[in-house]
Protein backbone atom coordinates (compact mmCIF):
# COMPACT_ATOMS: atom_id res chain seq x y z
CA UNK A 1 0.00 0.00 0.00
CA UNK A 2 1.25 3.22 -1.59
CA UNK A 3 0.26 5.68 1.68
CA UNK A 4 0.95 9.88 1.50
CA UNK A 5 -0.46 11.90 4.37
CA UNK A 6 -1.75 15.25 3.54
CA UNK A 7 -1.91 17.90 6.11
CA UNK A 8 -4.17 21.25 5.81
CA UNK A 9 -4.06 24.01 8.14
CA UNK A 10 -6.53 25.94 9.33
CA UNK A 11 -6.91 29.00 6.77
CA UNK A 12 -7.36 25.99 3.73
CA UNK A 13 -10.36 24.28 5.73
CA UNK A 14 -12.40 27.41 7.03
CA UNK A 15 -14.17 28.14 3.96
CA UNK A 16 -15.77 26.45 0.72
CA UNK A 17 -13.16 27.22 -1.18
CA UNK A 18 -10.48 26.19 0.72
CA UNK A 19 -12.24 22.67 1.37
CA UNK A 20 -12.46 22.17 -2.66
CA UNK A 21 -9.57 22.80 -2.87
CA UNK A 22 -8.62 19.97 0.01
CA UNK A 23 -10.73 17.73 -2.36
CA UNK A 24 -9.11 18.12 -5.31
CA UNK A 25 -5.49 17.72 -3.67
CA UNK A 26 -6.72 14.55 -2.26
CA UNK A 27 -8.17 13.50 -5.68
CA UNK A 28 -5.46 13.89 -7.18
CA UNK A 29 -3.49 11.83 -4.53
CA UNK A 30 -6.16 9.10 -5.11
CA UNK A 31 -5.72 8.95 -9.11
CA UNK A 32 -2.14 8.47 -8.34
CA UNK A 33 -2.43 5.45 -6.78
CA UNK A 34 -1.91 6.72 -2.93
CA UNK A 35 -3.88 5.51 -0.04
CA UNK A 36 -4.99 9.19 1.75
CA UNK A 37 -4.80 10.66 5.25
CA UNK A 38 -5.97 13.87 5.69
CA UNK A 39 -4.62 15.48 8.77
CA UNK A 40 -6.40 18.69 9.57
CA UNK A 41 -6.50 22.15 11.85
CA UNK A 42 -8.65 24.18 13.27
CA UNK A 43 -10.86 26.41 11.28
CA UNK A 44 -9.35 29.48 10.11
CA UNK A 45 -7.38 31.90 12.98
CA UNK A 46 -8.02 34.19 16.12
CA UNK A 47 -11.36 35.27 15.79
CA UNK A 48 -12.43 32.61 13.66
CA UNK A 49 -15.36 30.46 15.54
CA UNK A 50 -13.80 27.33 15.72
CA UNK A 51 -9.93 28.35 15.89
CA UNK A 52 -8.33 27.37 18.96
CA UNK A 53 -7.47 30.80 20.56
CA UNK A 54 -11.25 31.57 19.98
CA UNK A 55 -12.13 28.23 22.29
CA UNK A 56 -9.22 29.43 24.48
CA UNK A 57 -10.69 32.98 25.07
CA UNK A 58 -14.24 31.20 25.16
CA UNK A 59 -13.19 29.15 28.34
CA UNK A 60 -11.05 32.65 29.86
CA UNK A 61 -15.03 34.11 29.78
CA UNK A 62 -15.76 31.84 32.36
CA UNK A 63 -12.37 31.14 34.27
CA UNK A 64 -9.23 32.07 34.02
CA UNK A 65 -8.33 28.74 35.99
CA UNK A 66 -9.84 25.94 34.45
CA UNK A 67 -8.00 22.76 34.61
CA UNK A 68 -5.70 21.84 31.79
CA UNK A 69 -7.78 18.40 31.43
CA UNK A 70 -10.44 20.31 30.90
CA UNK A 71 -8.84 23.11 28.44
CA UNK A 72 -7.76 20.39 26.07
CA UNK A 73 -10.94 18.88 26.17
CA UNK A 74 -12.44 21.91 24.66
CA UNK A 75 -8.73 22.99 22.73
CA UNK A 76 -9.90 19.66 21.05
CA UNK A 77 -12.83 20.09 19.25
CA UNK A 78 -11.83 23.10 16.79
CA UNK A 79 -9.58 19.92 15.01
CA UNK A 80 -12.40 17.40 15.54
CA UNK A 81 -15.12 19.74 13.90
CA UNK A 82 -12.44 20.46 11.26
CA UNK A 83 -12.13 16.16 10.26
CA UNK A 84 -15.85 15.86 10.25
CA UNK A 85 -16.56 19.08 8.03
CA UNK A 86 -13.93 17.69 5.78
CA UNK A 87 -14.71 13.92 5.48
CA UNK A 88 -18.35 15.06 5.32
CA UNK A 89 -17.28 17.32 2.29
CA UNK A 90 -15.22 14.47 0.71
CA UNK A 91 -17.82 11.94 0.85
CA UNK A 92 -20.54 14.94 -1.32
CA UNK A 93 -17.70 14.77 -3.44
CA UNK A 94 -17.88 11.39 -4.05
CA UNK A 95 -14.76 10.24 -2.06
CA UNK A 96 -15.65 7.95 0.98
CA UNK A 97 -14.09 9.35 3.88
CA UNK A 98 -14.22 8.96 7.77
CA UNK A 99 -13.34 11.44 10.73
CA UNK A 100 -11.24 10.14 13.49
CA UNK A 101 -9.76 11.69 16.76
CA UNK A 102 -6.25 11.79 17.23
CA UNK A 103 -7.07 8.75 20.12
CA UNK A 104 -9.00 7.22 17.49
CA UNK A 105 -6.25 7.55 14.98
CA UNK A 106 -3.98 5.75 17.42
CA UNK A 107 -2.16 8.54 19.05
CA UNK A 108 -0.82 7.86 21.89
CA UNK A 109 0.71 10.75 24.77
CA UNK A 110 2.02 11.55 27.75
CA UNK A 111 0.19 13.26 30.81
CA UNK A 112 1.17 16.77 29.55
CA UNK A 113 -1.67 18.56 28.94
CA UNK A 114 -1.61 21.42 26.54
CA UNK A 115 2.29 20.55 25.39
CA UNK A 116 2.01 16.71 25.48
CA UNK A 117 5.00 14.65 23.57
CA UNK A 118 3.43 11.31 21.56
CA UNK A 119 4.85 8.12 22.96
CA UNK A 120 3.88 5.55 20.24
CA UNK A 121 1.51 5.82 17.04
CA UNK A 122 -0.72 2.39 16.86
CA UNK A 123 -1.12 2.53 12.86
CA UNK A 124 -3.43 0.26 13.00
CA UNK A 125 -7.04 1.63 13.26
CA UNK A 126 -5.72 3.94 10.24
CA UNK A 127 -4.82 0.75 8.05
CA UNK A 128 -7.92 -0.59 8.44
CA UNK A 129 -9.76 2.74 7.16
CA UNK A 130 -7.53 2.54 4.40
CA UNK A 131 -8.04 -1.28 3.11
CA UNK A 132 -11.51 -0.50 3.48
CA UNK A 133 -10.84 2.27 0.89
CA UNK A 134 -12.02 5.14 2.81
CA UNK A 135 -9.59 8.65 3.34
CA UNK A 136 -9.09 8.53 6.70
CA UNK A 137 -9.71 12.73 8.45
CA UNK A 138 -7.65 12.92 11.38
CA UNK A 139 -8.10 15.57 13.84
CA UNK A 140 -4.46 16.61 14.13
CA UNK A 141 -2.88 18.24 16.94
CA UNK A 142 -4.03 15.66 19.97
CA UNK A 143 -4.22 12.08 21.32
CA UNK A 144 -4.99 10.35 24.32
CA UNK A 145 -2.61 9.61 27.52
CA UNK A 146 -2.49 5.93 29.19
CA UNK A 147 -5.64 6.51 30.93
CA UNK A 148 -7.56 7.47 28.04
CA UNK A 149 -7.99 11.43 28.40
CA UNK A 150 -7.95 13.90 25.89
CA UNK A 151 -4.61 15.64 25.26
CA UNK A 152 -3.04 18.22 23.29
CA UNK A 153 -0.20 18.86 21.65
CA UNK A 154 0.86 22.15 21.91
CA UNK A 155 1.23 25.24 19.11
CA UNK A 156 2.63 23.18 15.72
CA UNK A 157 0.53 20.03 16.90
CA UNK A 158 -1.41 19.80 13.65
CA UNK A 159 1.86 19.46 12.17
CA UNK A 160 3.87 17.06 14.14
CA UNK A 161 0.82 14.38 13.64
CA UNK A 162 0.97 14.83 10.14
CA UNK A 163 4.64 13.61 10.57
CA UNK A 164 4.23 10.92 13.83
CA UNK A 165 1.16 9.48 11.33
CA UNK A 166 3.58 9.53 8.21
CA UNK A 167 6.36 7.46 10.07
CA UNK A 168 4.26 5.13 11.78
CA UNK A 169 2.36 4.53 8.30
CA UNK A 170 5.70 4.57 6.45
CA UNK A 171 4.49 6.79 4.27
CA UNK A 172 6.25 7.99 1.02
CA UNK A 173 5.67 11.34 2.18
CA UNK A 174 4.01 14.02 4.43
CA UNK A 175 2.51 16.91 2.58
CA UNK A 176 2.29 19.91 4.55
CA UNK A 177 -0.26 22.34 2.60
CA UNK A 178 -0.63 26.32 3.68
CA UNK A 179 -1.32 29.36 2.50
CA UNK A 180 2.38 30.28 1.18
CA UNK A 181 4.31 27.70 -1.68
CA UNK A 182 6.92 26.73 0.24
CA UNK A 183 9.94 27.83 2.09
CA UNK A 184 11.28 30.62 1.39
CA UNK A 185 14.80 32.14 1.98
CA UNK A 186 13.85 35.30 3.84
CA UNK A 187 10.47 36.50 4.64
CA UNK A 188 8.95 37.68 2.01
CA UNK A 189 7.34 41.06 3.82
CA UNK A 190 10.65 42.22 4.19
CA UNK A 191 12.87 40.56 1.24
CA UNK A 192 10.79 41.62 -1.77
CA UNK A 193 12.69 39.21 -3.67
CA UNK A 194 13.25 35.97 -1.20
CA UNK A 195 12.41 33.09 -3.09
CA UNK A 196 11.08 29.68 -2.65
CA UNK A 197 13.43 26.59 -2.29
CA UNK A 198 13.22 24.02 -4.19
CA UNK A 199 14.78 21.61 -1.73
CA UNK A 200 16.48 21.71 1.98
CA UNK A 201 17.69 19.45 4.49
CA UNK A 202 15.83 17.94 7.68
CA UNK A 203 18.58 20.00 9.86
CA UNK A 204 18.15 23.13 7.50
CA UNK A 205 14.45 23.33 8.13
CA UNK A 206 14.68 22.25 11.95
CA UNK A 207 17.34 25.72 12.35
CA UNK A 208 15.01 27.67 10.39
CA UNK A 209 11.89 26.62 12.46
CA UNK A 210 14.10 27.32 15.29
CA UNK A 211 15.20 30.61 14.50
CA UNK A 212 11.89 32.22 13.17
CA UNK A 213 10.36 30.55 9.86
CA UNK A 214 7.00 30.02 10.85
CA UNK A 215 6.25 27.07 8.14
CA UNK A 216 6.78 23.86 9.73
CA UNK A 217 7.21 23.36 13.57
CA UNK A 218 10.30 21.66 14.44
CA UNK A 219 9.03 19.01 16.27
CA UNK A 220 7.81 17.73 13.03
CA UNK A 221 10.65 17.86 11.37
CA UNK A 222 12.58 16.13 14.07
CA UNK A 223 10.29 13.08 13.65
CA UNK A 224 10.07 12.56 10.20
CA UNK A 225 13.98 13.05 9.92
CA UNK A 226 13.88 10.09 12.49
CA UNK A 227 11.36 8.05 10.39
CA UNK A 228 13.29 9.12 7.08
CA UNK A 229 9.90 10.62 5.84
CA UNK A 230 10.39 13.31 3.18
CA UNK A 231 8.48 16.42 3.94
CA UNK A 232 7.06 18.09 0.73
CA UNK A 233 5.77 21.97 1.83
CA UNK A 234 3.10 23.20 -0.80
CA UNK A 235 0.58 25.58 -1.38
CA UNK A 236 -3.27 24.66 -0.88
CA UNK A 237 -4.13 27.49 -3.41
CA UNK A 238 -1.67 26.74 -6.07
CA UNK A 239 0.12 24.14 -8.16
CA UNK A 240 3.58 24.81 -7.63
CA UNK A 241 6.16 21.84 -6.59
CA UNK A 242 6.79 23.31 -3.26
CA UNK A 243 9.57 22.92 -1.15
CA UNK A 244 11.04 19.12 -0.32
CA UNK A 245 12.63 18.67 3.07
CA UNK A 246 15.02 15.43 3.36
CA UNK A 247 18.17 14.36 3.19
CA UNK A 248 21.20 16.35 1.55
CA UNK A 249 22.28 12.69 0.01
CA UNK A 250 18.39 11.91 -1.23
CA UNK A 251 18.54 15.49 -2.49
CA UNK A 252 21.43 15.68 -4.75
CA UNK A 253 19.94 12.14 -6.65
CA UNK A 254 16.91 13.90 -7.24
CA UNK A 255 17.71 17.77 -7.96
CA UNK A 256 20.49 19.16 -10.15
CA UNK A 257 21.29 21.71 -7.42
CA UNK A 258 24.22 20.17 -5.24
CA UNK A 259 23.92 21.01 -2.09
CA UNK A 260 27.66 21.59 -1.69
CA UNK A 261 27.61 24.71 -3.43
CA UNK A 262 25.00 26.64 -1.18
CA UNK A 263 27.03 27.82 1.35
CA UNK A 264 23.76 30.07 3.22
CA UNK A 265 20.20 28.04 2.42
CA UNK A 266 18.00 31.20 3.95
CA UNK A 267 18.35 34.20 6.64
CA UNK A 268 15.47 34.13 8.99
CA UNK A 269 14.73 36.53 12.54
CA UNK A 270 12.94 36.92 15.75
CA UNK A 271 12.07 39.80 17.61
CA UNK A 272 10.17 40.85 21.27
CA UNK A 273 13.93 40.03 22.77
CA UNK A 274 15.70 42.03 25.39
CA UNK A 275 19.65 41.37 26.40
CA UNK A 276 20.50 40.69 29.68
CA UNK A 277 24.55 41.90 30.59
CA UNK A 278 25.44 41.19 34.34
CA UNK A 279 28.28 41.90 36.21
CA UNK A 280 29.22 38.34 38.37
CA UNK A 281 32.72 38.63 39.64
CA UNK A 282 32.03 35.62 41.95
CA UNK A 283 32.36 32.17 41.35
CA UNK A 284 28.59 31.08 42.67
CA UNK A 285 26.59 33.65 40.64
CA UNK A 286 26.99 32.41 37.46
CA UNK A 287 25.25 28.91 37.95
CA UNK A 288 23.21 29.67 40.55
CA UNK A 289 21.93 33.00 38.20
CA UNK A 290 20.88 30.49 35.36
CA UNK A 291 19.15 27.77 37.68
CA UNK A 292 16.74 30.77 39.06
CA UNK A 293 16.10 31.78 35.90
CA UNK A 294 15.75 28.01 34.95
CA UNK A 295 13.24 27.70 37.90
CA UNK A 296 11.32 31.01 36.70
CA UNK A 297 10.33 28.91 33.07
CA UNK A 298 12.69 32.39 31.42
CA UNK A 299 14.64 31.07 28.55
CA UNK A 300 17.53 32.07 27.83
CA UNK A 301 19.55 32.63 24.30
CA UNK A 302 22.81 33.96 22.93
CA UNK A 303 24.44 32.67 25.67
CA UNK A 304 28.38 34.36 26.41
CA UNK A 305 29.60 33.88 29.66
CA UNK A 306 33.06 34.91 31.03
CA UNK A 307 34.68 35.36 34.24
CA UNK A 308 33.77 38.93 34.94
CA UNK A 309 30.00 39.01 33.15
CA UNK A 310 27.41 36.76 31.75
CA UNK A 311 25.54 38.14 28.81
CA UNK A 312 22.56 36.39 26.98
CA UNK A 313 18.71 37.22 25.48
CA UNK A 314 15.53 36.77 26.75
CA UNK A 315 11.84 37.37 26.19
CA UNK A 316 11.12 41.27 25.95
CA UNK A 317 8.14 40.58 28.08
CA UNK A 318 10.34 38.58 30.71
CA UNK A 319 13.21 40.95 31.19
CA UNK A 320 11.39 42.77 34.46
CA UNK A 321 10.87 39.59 35.80
CA UNK A 322 14.74 38.41 35.22
CA UNK A 323 15.76 41.87 37.01
CA UNK A 324 14.03 41.20 39.64
CA UNK A 325 15.33 37.55 40.07
CA UNK A 326 19.47 38.77 39.53
CA UNK A 327 18.99 41.53 42.38
CA UNK A 328 17.28 38.86 44.62
CA UNK A 329 20.96 36.87 43.91
CA UNK A 330 22.61 39.97 45.30
CA UNK A 331 23.56 40.92 41.90
CA UNK A 332 23.70 44.81 41.62
CA UNK A 333 25.64 45.82 38.27
CA UNK A 334 22.85 44.20 35.52
CA UNK A 335 22.56 45.42 32.30
CA UNK A 336 19.14 45.34 30.29
CA UNK A 337 18.95 46.44 26.57
CA UNK A 338 15.83 46.75 25.02
CA UNK A 339 14.25 46.37 21.91
CA UNK A 340 16.28 43.28 20.48
CA UNK A 341 16.29 40.94 17.74
CA UNK A 342 18.04 38.39 16.47
CA UNK A 343 18.98 37.87 12.73
CA UNK A 344 20.23 34.30 11.56
CA UNK A 345 21.89 32.78 8.58
CA UNK A 346 21.04 28.95 8.21
CA UNK A 347 22.60 26.45 5.73
CA UNK A 348 24.43 23.29 5.81
CA UNK A 349 27.45 24.46 3.69
CA UNK A 350 28.70 26.52 5.92
CA UNK A 351 30.16 23.67 8.09
CA UNK A 352 33.89 24.10 7.90
CA UNK A 353 33.96 26.52 5.32
CA UNK A 354 35.86 29.51 6.31
CA UNK A 355 34.87 33.43 5.93
CA UNK A 356 30.91 32.77 6.68
CA UNK A 357 31.18 35.16 9.48
CA UNK A 358 33.51 37.54 7.51
CA UNK A 359 30.74 38.10 5.18
CA UNK A 360 27.90 38.15 8.06
CA UNK A 361 29.87 41.03 9.69
CA UNK A 362 30.66 43.05 6.60
CA UNK A 363 27.15 42.85 5.20
CA UNK A 364 25.92 44.21 8.86
CA UNK A 365 28.79 46.73 8.89
CA UNK A 366 27.64 47.85 5.48
CA UNK A 367 24.18 48.12 6.22
CA UNK A 368 24.93 50.07 9.05
CA UNK A 369 23.76 47.91 11.76
CA UNK A 370 25.40 47.05 15.18
CA UNK A 371 26.04 43.92 16.20
CA UNK A 372 25.39 43.31 20.17
CA UNK A 373 25.89 39.92 20.26
CA UNK A 374 26.41 36.55 18.08
CA UNK A 375 26.13 32.47 18.61
CA UNK A 376 26.89 29.94 16.20
CA UNK A 377 26.48 26.51 15.37
CA UNK A 378 27.89 24.26 12.73
CA UNK A 379 24.72 25.37 10.59
CA UNK A 380 24.33 28.93 12.22
CA UNK A 381 24.95 32.00 12.79
CA UNK A 382 23.49 34.05 14.49
CA UNK A 383 23.37 38.43 15.71
CA UNK A 384 21.91 40.21 17.87
CA UNK A 385 20.58 43.72 16.51
CA UNK A 386 18.17 46.32 17.19
CA UNK A 387 15.07 45.46 16.42
CA UNK A 388 14.58 48.58 14.85
CA UNK A 389 16.71 47.58 11.84
CA UNK A 390 15.65 43.99 10.86
CA UNK A 391 14.30 44.51 7.78
CA UNK A 392 17.88 46.57 6.77
CA UNK A 393 20.06 43.56 8.37
CA UNK A 394 17.86 40.77 6.66
CA UNK A 395 17.99 42.13 3.26
CA UNK A 396 21.98 42.86 3.59
CA UNK A 397 22.43 39.25 5.03
CA UNK A 398 20.00 38.28 1.91
CA UNK A 399 21.84 40.20 -0.68
CA UNK A 400 25.46 39.05 0.79
CA UNK A 401 24.73 35.50 0.34
CA UNK A 402 23.03 35.37 -3.17
CA UNK A 403 19.76 33.85 -1.91
CA UNK A 404 17.69 35.63 -4.25
CA UNK A 405 19.68 34.59 -7.14
CA UNK A 406 18.34 31.12 -8.71
Known sequence: ????????????????????????????????????????????????????????????????????????????????????????????????????????????????????????????????????????VVAGFQGVNAAGEVTTLGRGGSDTTAAALGGALRAEVVEIYTDVDGVKTADPRLVAEARTLTVTTYDEIAQMAHYGAKVVHPRAVEIAMQHRVPIRVRSTFSDGPGTLITYSAEAGVMFSEPFSDRLVTAVTHVVGLAQVVVKTGRDWATPRLFRRLANAGISVDLISVSPEQSAFSIPEQRAAQAEIILTELGLVDIQVRHGCAKVTVVGSGMRGRPGVMATVAEALYAAEVPIWQTADSHVTISCLIPAADVQRAVQALHDAFELGRP
Open 1 to 136: MRIIVQKFGGTSVATAEGREAVVRRVRQALQDGYSVVVVVSAMGREGDPYATDTLIQLAHAATTDLHPREMDLLLSCGEIISSVVMAATLTAAGIPAVALTGGQAGIQTDDHYGSAQILKVDPAPVLSRLREGLVA
